[in-house]
């Protein structure tokens, strides 16, 4: 008693050593079921955090074959404390000169934030796909504890979002800021990838068993990757070739008003059109990208349910804000675009994609380098393959 925060966490370090991380995760467990409230509760996990870390005895956990769940999750561990750490660069930027340019820092900001919101699909892939079959196995106290913390990151991640969109923010206003909202949210990121694979991973693999895994594994793409496209699909050793093939027919033969195809015909035409093509829903979430061999503008899955303005750079986010409001409201049904890219003139154009009683659906983006046709003269009537 009387001692400061900082001696207790000191002696409580210097004691506690090697602990089980089965140990962290019951008496978190305890002190939910002995009714000690949730925000006291929040404040002991951040304490502990600190305490515990590098002092959790890791030899005995599990070995992750790739593209597991959990291997996607801690790929994606890694991409986000880069992008903290890249964030952490630029705000001491901010700092080590009064003659930082503002302006240019401010945006670089703001493309970093907009990409560690992105963190939202890992915390979703957690609380809807993991945290239920912890809670079938008893465990309710930790994954409550860390959905509370999920939510505290979230809103440091808008905050810093919002700041940053503040027109004319001056150096000394961001200093300031960045101590009350852009410090403490890649805090928060960074010390929630520690405690996941410190405490919450090992934990999982304990209890789930390799079916719940699977289902965790068929249901991720559902919400999206986070900064992080799994180049490898996991399958558990029971699961035969019949039985996924199986699991594949599901949309097969997919019928239309004039005309039916299977999946596997479907995706060929997709990818075989000389364009790239986009969906986004009418929630603003990016839902499909075609994958033409000559893409454009290169895409991969960890986009996929992520809000579309934040998969733009953020001198262009109020174009792309103006062009859906104007689609919504149905001012507007297509927006063309051209731009030249790397000598190739490149036509870009949104279209409002609605239904039979007008409704709006969505947005599909639809990309062509057109630099050939611009250089054709005359007809071609004779048989010649393209290469």
Known sequence: KGDSEQEVRQELIQSLTNIPYGEVVEVEQELISEGLPEQEVLKLCDVHSAVLKGNIDLTTVKKIPDGHPVDVFIKENKELNQLCQSIEQSLMELVSSEAVDIPKLVLKLRGQFNALFDVDKHYQRKEYLLFPFLEKQGITGPPKVMWGKHDEIRELIKGSIELLQTEGISRDELIASSEIVLRPAIKGVMEMTTKEEEILFPMALDKLTEADW?????????????????????????????????????????????GSFSVEELLAILNTLPVDITFVDKNDKVK?????????????????????????????????????????????????????????????????????KGEYLGVLEVSHNVSVYRKLEGEQRILSYSK
């Open 288 to 356: 499909y990208f075609s994958q033409s061999p000559e893409r454009i503008f290169q895409r991969n899955r960890a986009i996929l349910n992520r809000d579309v303005r934040l998969c733009h750079p953020p001198a262009s986010a109020h174009i792309v804000d103006k062009i859906i409001e104007d689609f919504k409201s149905g001012k507007a049904s297509r927006a063309p675009f051209w731009i030249n890219i790397g000598g190739n003139l490149i036509h870009i154009e949104y279209f409002a994609l609605r239904n039979e």
């Open 214 to 258: 699977y289902e965790i594994h068929k249901q991720q793409l559902e919400i999206g990757f986070c900064l992080y496209d799994p180049p490898t699909k996991w399958k558990p050793s029971w699961v035969e070739g019949s039985e996924l093939q199986e699991l594949n027919k599901t949309a097969e033969n997919i019928q239309l008003p004039t």
